[in-house]
């Protein structure tokens, strides 16, 4: 249960900082670096990262962001089916 919890709390973070780099965008101001964004997909926040592409209309055709964002789904996917299979 304190993983479900965990990966509950790094997608809802994930989208957060997504909606806030689309604010800062917006109003012209200094952006959330892409490195961040990617290392919170890196850590669990694939989900989110993803859903808040979606949702609100943020880096969906950046390259190469959305490339590395999709590797990173890649290997976790890769991952996870290795787990399931040992």
Known sequence: M???????????WTMLRFWQ??????AGRR??????????ALIGGTPGAFAARRLF????????FSTRLMLIAAIQLGAGGV???T
């Open 31 to 40: 952006r959330i670096p892409e490195a961040n964004l990617l290392g919170l």
């Open 57 to 64: 209309r943020h880096k969906t055709r950046k390259e190469p």
């Open 83 to 85: 787990l399931l299979l």
């Open 2 to 12: 304190p993983i479900v919890a965990a990966l509950v709390l790094v997608n809802a």
């Open 21 to 26: 780099d689309k604010q800062r965008a917006i």
